[in-house]
T-cell receptor, first 115, second 112 residues
Framework: AQTVTQSQPEMSVQEAETVTLSCTYD???????LFWYKQPPSRQMILVIR??????QNATENRFSVNFQKAAKSFSLKISDSQLGDAAMYFC????????????FGAGTTVTVRA | NAGVTQTPKFQVLKTGQSMTLQCAQD?????MYWYRQDPGMGLRLIYY???????DKGEVPNGYNVSRLNKREFSLRLESAAPSQTSVYFC???????????FGPGTRLTVL
């Protein structure tokens, strides 16, 4: 299974400021998908953003954007204009583009937003 | 549109007891998955069903069995629960291998 590493167990950000979460992964494949999921205290896993490896353009969803560096195998998530509702655990995940159904998850980063 | 639903939301078992976690989706998805979430380890795949009538082992299948009852429902059974199976269990579904997975609300299981 691919290894996904999130090196920051916890991050804290002031409301309205920007925070960046890091994610690195290990793979020998050239085509794959990367995801960021948000898990608030309700425990529900919510898709934040998705990136296809063959696309050079970084994905963006409103205040959430990624910095995808394929050569470095890095996939960071930037949360701009942080809001109290952004407080959650964030998981980075990897899946092969082949006929492989498995999602490999990182250990997660807990984001705290200070009012 | 309920998406992915799971029952129960919470459960406490004694060591050796059995139980079945239920999962249903109303999105007409082909593939369904069971994960467990433990502190500091993210989510790990237990079993999955690529399509109705098929099931396959994931990363941590030992101690579990699954049944894909029909296209909508995918159950996870613990035949003889152990304290090591204390975890939060998530069901997920999608159209197929390349599609985004959508998750249920989770079941918190404690085995004493």
């Amino acid at each position: 299974a691919q290894t996904v590493t999130q090196s920051q167990p916890e991050m804290s950000v002031q409301e309205a400021e920007t925070v960046t979460l890091s994610c690195t992964y290990d793979t020998s494949e050239s085509d794959y998908y990367l995801f960021w999921y948000k898990q608030p205290p309700s425990r529900q896993m919510i898709l934040v953003i998705r990136q296809e490896a063959y696309k050079q353009q970084n994905a963006t969803e409103n205040r959430f954007s990624v910095n995808f560096q394929k050569a470095a195998k890095s996939f960071s998530l930037k949360i701009s204009d942080s809001q109290l509702g952004d407080a959650a655990m964030y998981f980075c995940a990897y899946r092969s583009a082949g006929n492989d159904y498995k999602l490999s998850f990182g250990a997660g980063t807990t984001v705290t937003v200070r009012a | 549109n309920a998406g992915v639903t799971q029952t129960p939301k919470f459960q406490v078992l004694k060591t050796g007891q059995s139980m079945t976690l239920q999962c249903a989706q109303d999105m007409n998805h082909n593939s369904m998955y069971w994960y467990r979430q433990d502190p500091g380890m993210g989510l790990r795949l237990i079993y999955y069903s690529a399509s109705e009538g098929t099931t396959d082992k994931g990363e941590v299948p030992n101690g579990y069995n699954v049944s894909r009852l029909n296209k909508r429902e995918f159950s996870l059974r613990l035949e003889s629960a152990a304290p090591s199976q204390t975890s939060v269990y998530f069901c997920a579904s999608n159209w197929g291998s390349t599609d985004t997975q959508y998750f249920g609300p989770g079941t918190r299981l404690t085995v004493l």
